[in-house]
DNA sequence: CGGTATCCCCCGCGATACTG
DNA sequence: CAGTATCGCGGGGGATACCG
């Protein structure tokens, strides 16, 4: 039996919210129409199996569809009913915001998604018109390396050297990186404290911490109560 | 593990929130101090001890404290931290009366959870100054019997009969009685119908449709898309 | 009332391989 | 790329009994 046998507003939503992943997978489509690659990307610790049993339900609910891209090639789309569910995506992530994200300890500190949230968070315009690779290495994690490369018409994340040579290396801790995402840090003084390190040519160096973005959660007012847990 | 590995607030909302049964939970605790015995009565499905395996991270999280109730008894109540995951609780409970609460099946038509919510639902301070005893019975739930006991001084839901005599009796659907709940049908035109019928004095047959309340979510502007499923 | 303690079963989920 | 198929295990959770 899964369902909770309430005909409650709050435990019907909840019969297909509140399941494990499911939140997440949501963000990600917010985002707008996404294959089940990058879907996947977006969650990365999901297995496919997994994301596939959760995407079913969503399905059968109406919340998305399918679409074709391409030849070949589909992509999922949230529906009406799914686009209803932004408020309630906005609401946690507020809530998450405000007594969640002050003090992160390692075990949400994964590289690849901080990998992952820097390329959704780039500021597209800012970016230099000339093509830029900017390479990343985290401190605890030496074995994996980042490649990003930086052009107006689109940015690449890749796991291997792109080639291109590289204009700019990051060397920091991914907490310091996080910070400056969610907002609770600003990467001028990360690097001023040595949290991240910048090696490359000035003008990359005086570039990179304008192409940063932050979340939009840290745009909210500030809850004063909040404390860090 | 447990954790989703990603810093972002909403995976970090998600793992508190996002768990089976946690929003239901929730829910009964916003509407202020409550008992570890009501609680389960607002979520009988739940069992003591998963009950109890849900209230200890929302505890640890800072979310819910337990404060003294008269000699020898405790009960729960949200914390500050607790109370601002309102607004998520409403954003999922709009979500869910706008596209899921239109076409209910069985499941989700427990008469034990129809009557803690009439319960809930009943309007006080139109209640009757005597005290008024309605003896509830559902179509293929004959085994269950079930009696609120009225008086302004407060209202109780029992199981067995509590003696006093039955002022009034119901049968009816629980999907009649779960439409007017939620403010999708009239109370009258049910009775008109005859999915709700009333045995008694025609004082109570009259004053009985001015006792009960709707959900609060039976205010919010409909939304024209909804469709039910 | 307000929970613990214990037993045990099932299935959710990860790992791995495969396919069009 | 976009999934499906299969196997095997671990622990989540139901049932029941107990306790202060």
Same mark, same amino acid.
């Given at each position: 039996m899964s369902s909770y046998g309430q005909f409650c507003p709050v435990a019907l939503g909840a019969e297909i919210f509140?399941?494990?992943w499911t939140p997440l997978i949501l963000r990600e489509m917010l985002h707008g129409e996404i294959s089940f690659s990058d879907l996947h990307r977006g969650v990365p610790r999901i297995s496919k199996n997994l994301l596939v049993q959760r995407l079913q339900p969503l399905h059968a609910s109406g919340i998305i569809e399918q679409v074709a891209a391409g030849e070949h090639r589909r992509h999922y789309r949230l529906t009406v009913a799914g686009l209803a569910l932004g408020p309630v995506i906005d609401a946690l992530g507020t809530w998450g915001y405000n007594w969640a994200s002050k003090d992160l300890d390692d075990e949400h500190l994964d590289p690849d998604f901080l990998m992952w949230s820097l390329r959704r968070l780039l500021r597209m315009d800012a970016l230099p018109d000339e093509r830029v690779v900017v390479a990343f290495r985290f401190r605890g994690h030496a074995d994996r390396l980042y490649w990003l490369v930086l052009q107006r018409s689109g940015v690449d994340l890749c796991?291997?050297?792109? $080639?291109? $040579?590289?204009?700019l290396e990051v060397n920091g801790t991914v907490a310091a990186l996080a910070g400056v995402c969610l907002g609770h840090a600003e990467i001028r003084r990360a690097i001023h404290d040595g949290e991240v390190e910048l090696l490359g040519a000035p003008r990359h160096r005086k570039g990179f911490p304008t192409w940063l973005g932050v979340t939009h959660f840290a745009a909210l007012p500030k809850v004063a109560a909040a404390v860090s847990r």
């Open positions: 509140a399941e494990r796991l291997h050297d792109p $080639g291109y $040579g590289v204009s």
